[in-house]
């Protein structure tokens, strides 16, 4: 089993930063890859970012791509997100999610394909 904790979110001006980070429980986080989605009132929810169980690879969504740098510490059971230049259109809640595929090179799979969750943390960019 693995938990997931999300925190970092806030209310932010566009061009500003935000960090989240997802806190996971359990021994088996260094083992799996780990994706950032978000989801937007009335969207689906949708792929951010993603990042292989040992950091040597990473993924972006084409909107977030330079702006937002995902990375891990697989010694304290972290997964960040660093977001810049923060865009309204950023608002939405940010969720972590765990995947038993340790590798991301087929990344974005379906939201099905996931095997944990946390509960979200609400990023807002005011203009």
């Known amino acids: 089993q693995v938990q997931l904790v999300e925190s970092g979110g806030g209310l932010v001006q566009a061009g500003g930063s935000l960090r989240l980070s997802c806190a996971a429980s359990?021994?088996?986080?260094?083992?799996?890859?780990m994706d950032w989605f978000r989801q937007a009132p009335g969207k689906e929810r949708e792929f951010v970012a993603a990042?292989?169980?040992?950091?040597?690879?990473?993924a972006y969504a084409n909107s977030v791509q330079g702006r937002f740098t995902i990375s891990r510490d697989n010694v304290k059971n972290t997964l960040y997100l660093q977001m810049n230049s923060l865009k309204p259109e950023d608002t939405a809640v940010y969720y972590c999610?765990?995947?038993?595929?340790?590798?991301?090179?087929?990344?974005?799979?379906?939201?099905?394909?996931?095997?944990?969750w946390g509960q979200g943390t609400q990023v807002t960019v005011s203009s």
């Open positions: 999610a765990a995947n038993r595929e340790p590798y991301i090179s087929t990344r974005p799979v379906p939201v099905s394909s996931y095997d944990y």
């Open positions: 359990g021994r088996i986080f260094s083992t799996y890859g």
């Open positions: 990042i292989s169980w040992n950091g040597d690879s990473t």
